[in-house]
């Protein structure tokens, strides 16, 4: 039986193990390529000191990677053990890119991040920065299958329903991979990393900065993520406003959540800059406008209108009562391959299928459907507005701070004073963590703003759950949340003392407490000259 | 390729991977499992740790990939078998928690306690889930209590504690010792002295161990096991449906391929040959060819599991009609093609990239290597 509590523990439980994954993704897409940036400035000049900085931002990008491909086993086993009905729904569809990321991908990444660590002394320079990048494009394009599979729930092309087998299937193998949902999500999320990443670098070296030592080491990491992190934060702003541009039916739900937009509004429609939401009036009761602005970002033009939400919710309406049509005749095809009359009824409402599915939350016969439970089955279809408008605009604005951070890091970076901005290096040191809170809030805008579907339009969340008891997630829950709490303070832990400790780590010989402190090295540690 | 070929190319696929599996990750875990036996001080410990250092990692992608595969190609089975066995993947997956952090955070501090902590972090990474997997197998191979209800929804019937029954545990311990016996070989080839030595007896060890537990199984499914049969006519090309077979248990069933096909009965053969020559190998101090026999055992192992059940992947005790088959538990046709070409094209690079960085890191990892290169290795 598939009870609420069930749903909403799988739900909790996939939500705390995708955020706490997220947590290491984003580093590691970004710090890659600055690696790759710092390597080729090392081939390229032969100055030992950029090998220094890949060798020690590398072992920040190892520490920060092992809980990376820790925590994302789970995601790859969660959608088996609690998302069971989801798996065999749609894994013909959504099975091929994790799998495609595997081969193409996860290994490509996994091997030479081998080599990357430990192939300093047995290759020659080229050849190890062939395997740095080889890393690098490694896992941003298993970011890149990643998000085509997460592209797909949003906007689920190229695929049709067969009642035989009662699932999903792949009809066009490239409308899935070249879907502008997956790819606007694709270098959203991809830069988003590369602003993480960069601003990592640039707080920590900020850090060396004010503290007055490593200067040399610091300055070059430095002005290395303030370029990087510049255009990042540039291409994240530009490239996420792209993907409020597409034009699927649930990225429109979304938005309108997004924007607190109850009634649809003459083109081209304000954007709400502050709004307190009235979910049961379904209105604002405060709000402050900017006009145009959102009809111009949504739509591309001045003519074009966007859905608010009451008309959005009076479409799915429509679209649930067909639905109960294609339940009903489905129900008759599954007991009778062969009944004709079920075939015809099928046919003509099978694209209204998963808005009839959304009645299964109520009642197990839909066609006994209630006008109450229609009028829930509707309300559900928008997910709850408060918590995607403030998400979003956290994001937003975090996105701009961003943006205006590195500017100035980059003017003084060109300037070449940036030592002498006290203010500027402070900024960069306390907002290490911003970057991550906004790709978690950016999460739960993608996510959280699909409900109430696991794949667009096609199946309900509440139906995709495993069939297990609910005795199950709550011991499973509570192990996830014990590892991963542990595991976050050993990751934080480590990361802090090797940030602390600087190049000194690599044990050259060369930086700071190295000459000066004689005994800040263990005796048993000899130094390792390169 | 016509629907039929599609899937019974995918069978062997997911075999090819599992086994990919067993001998590339097999290894490493076997490395995990022998760690706290073969290395008795830090430097030994670690030079057993760095034979693997560069390579876990992708090493580990044999078994993501091989899920993933699964996943795709039977996306009925993932469902199933996950969802069913909850507390065994929940349990494997946690076990596997401990091999990229104690990988690379162990020697990132100085204190004894937290590196032998991690020590056994990496025991638990590497013992835990084979020993699982082989349960697994072991369950399969009797069936396991669970049905589809008419929107294939899969509702598993059992209880975690009988997964835990003598036969499957039997299973267990032979997927144990034929990861450890792999591990085993594969560190005779990197280390030197003591722990070469060490390494040694633990090869002749589980060597013999897997030998005599395997031959005990097969004797334990010919005579003690009822194996499933279909009983109705299925037609191969047809669209996948669970539901529309009927299915039989029969006593002596998972023997019928090897008297129906004549070449199946090599798969055995083979894997009690290469165990032996194993044996014979890391006795007489060849190393790299005890490390390929047991890759060779490795094949024939699990090749003997899949071959005695097929076309059974997961039969089901309680509702034997919606067990699960190479024919109805599979993806589209489209979906098993265009898999089909995926693997064609990346599995001869990725086995030419993996080689490569073998070949680049290849020689013994000695203790003097550890502590001269203290702040570098693992």
């Given amino acids: 039986m598939l009870t609420e509590e069930l749903v909403d523990l799988s739900r909790l439980q996939f939500a705390v193990t995708a955020l706490y994954h997220f947590l290491f993704v984003p580093l590691t897409l970004g710090l890659a390529f600055i690696l790759v940036i710092m390597e080729l400035t090392y081939v390229i000049t032969d100055r030992p000191i950029y090998k220094d900085m890949v060798r020690f931002w590398g072992k920040l990008f190892g520490i920060n990677f092992a809980l990376g491909v820790t925590t994302g086993i789970t995601m790859e086993f969660q959608f088996g053990t609690n998302w069971a009905y989801y798996s065999h729904y749609v894994g013909d569809i959504f099975g091929a890119p994790l799998a495609i990321e595997g081969l193409m991908a996860f290994f490509l990444e996994s091997t030479f991040i081998g080599l990357f660590f430990f192939g300093w002394d047995r290759l020659n320079k080229w050849k190890h920065f062939m395997v740095t990048v080889l890393m690098a494009v490694g896992s941003n394009l298993s970011a890149l299958w990643i998000l085509i599979a997460n592209g797909w729930m949003q906007d689920p092309v190229g695929a049709t329903f067969s009642f035989v087998t009662m699932r999903m299937e792949m009809s066009d193998f490239w409308a899935i991979v070249f879907n502008p949902t997956a790819q606007a999500k694709f270098v959203h999320t991809v830069s988003a990393g590369y602003v993480t990443a960069s601003l990592f670098v640039l707080g920590i070296s900020s850090y060396y900065l004010l503290k007055g030592r490593d200067l040399d080491f610091a300055r070059r990491s430095f002005r290395i993520a303030a370029g990087f992190g510049f255009a990042s934060a540039l291409s994240v702003i530009v490239l996420g406003d792209e993907s409020g541009y597409t034009v699927s039916e649930s990225q429109k739900t979304k938005m309108a959540a997004i924007e607190a937009m109850w009634e649809t509004e003459p083109a081209p429609a304000a954007f709400t800059l502050f709004a307190v939401p009235n979910e049961k009036a379904e209105r604002n009761d405060y709000e402050l406008q900017i006009p145009y602005a959102l009809g111009l970002i949504g739509t591309r033009s001045l003519t074009k209108t966007m859905p608010g939400i009451k008309e959005i919710k009076a479409r799915n309406r429509e679209r649930i009562e067909n639905g109960i049509h294609a339940v009903v005749a489905l129900e008759q095809l599954r007991r009778n391959h062969d009944d004709k009359a079920a075939l015809a009824q099928f046919e003509a409402h099978k694209a209204d299928l998963g808005f009839g599915l959304l009645l299964k939350k109520y009642i197990v016969d839909v066609s006994q459907a209630t006008p109450e439970m229609i009028q829930q089955a509707v309300d559900d279809t928008v997910p709850r507005v408060a918590p995607l408008f403030w998400s979003f605009r956290f994001m937003v604005a975090l996105g701009f701070l961003f943006l205006l951070l590195f500017s100035f890091a980059l003017l003084y970076s060109i300037k070449g004073n940036f030592i002498e901005k006290k203010w500027l290096l402070r900024w960069a040191l306390w907002f290490i963590p911003m970057p991550w809170i906004a790709a978690e809030l950016g999460w739960i805008v993608a996510e959280y703003g699909r409900q109430p579907w696991t794949i667009y339009g096609v199946l309900p969340t509440h139906i995709s759950v495993s069939n297990i008891s609910v005795g199950n997630i709550y011991g499973s829950l509570a192990g996830f949340v014990g590892f991963y709490t542990v595991l976050l303070i050993v990751e934080m832990y480590l990361m802090t003392k090797y940030a602390r400790q600087g190049p000194a780590s690599l044990g050259t010989g060369k930086y700071h407490n190295e000459k000066s402190a004689g005994g800040a090295l263990p005796a048993s540690a000899p130094a390792n000259p390169i | ?378």
């Avoid at chain 2, 390579?55 to 992608?61: F, K, L, P, S, Y």
């Avoid at chain 2, 997964?163 to 080839?189: D, E, R």
């Avoid at chain 2, 509702?319 to 265009?338: C, I, K, N, Q, W």
């Fill in chain 2, 1 to 378: 390729m016509d629907y039929e070929t599609l899937k019974l190319v995918w069978w062997l696929l997911i075999g090819v991977l599992l086994v990919g599996f067993a001998i590339m990750d097999g290894h490493d875990m076997g490395m995990g499992v022998l760690l706290p036996f073969v290395g008795r001080n830090d430097l030994e410990r670690r030079a057993v740790i760095n034979t693997v250092a560069p390579h876990w990692d992708g090493n580990q992608v044999w078994f993501i990939t091989a899920g993933g595969a699964i996943f795709a190609a039977w996306p009925m089975v993932y469902a199933t078998a996950f969802s069913g066995f909850y507390w065994a993947m929940m349990a494997a997956l946690w076990a596997l928690f401990f091999r990229p952090v104690g990988f690379d955070y162990r020697s990132k501090i100085q204190n004894p306690a937290w590196r032998s902590t991690w020590d056994w972090g990496l025991f638990i990474g590497g013992a835990v889930p084979p020993i699982i997997f082989g349960v697994a197998f072991g369950n399969l191979l009797q069936g396991v209590p669970f049905h589809f209800d008419d929107i294939l929804m899969s509702t598993y019937t059992g209880s975690f504690w009988q997964l835990l029954n003598p036969f499957a545990l039997l299973a267990g311990v032979v997927s144990l010792g034929m990861i450890t016996f792999q591990g085993a070989n594969y560190l005779m080839m990197r280390t030197e002295g003591d722990i070469y030595r060490r390494t040694r007896s633990a090869s002749l060890l589980f060597g013999t161990l897997t030998f005599i537990t395997f031959a005990l199984a097969g004797w334990w499914v010919a005579t003690g096991i009822d194996g499933y049969v279909i009983t109705s006519t299925v037609d191969p090309n047809g669209l996948p449906d669970p539901l529309a077979k009927t299915v039989a248990t029969a006593a002596g069933a998972w023997m019928t391929n090897y008297h129906t096909y004549a070449w199946a009965k090599w798969v055995p053969i083979a894997a009690f040959a290469a165990l032996a020559t194993g044996i014979l190998f890391a006795r007489l101090d060849k190393a790299g060819l005890a490390f390929w026999s047991s890759s060779v055992a490795c094949a024939g192992i699990i090749g003997t599991a899949g071959v005695s059940m097929f076309p059974f992947i997961m039969p089901s005790s309680s509702d034997p009609r919606s067990s699960l088959t190479v024919y109805d538990a599979v993806s589209s046709h489209l979906t098993l093609g265009l898999m089909l070409g995926a693997t064609v094209i990346f599995m001869p690079l990725i086995i030419f990239y993996t080689s490569w960085c073998y070949k680049v890191m290849w020689g013994k990892v000695t203790t003097e290597f550890i502590a001269a290169n203290d702040k570098s290795a693992y």
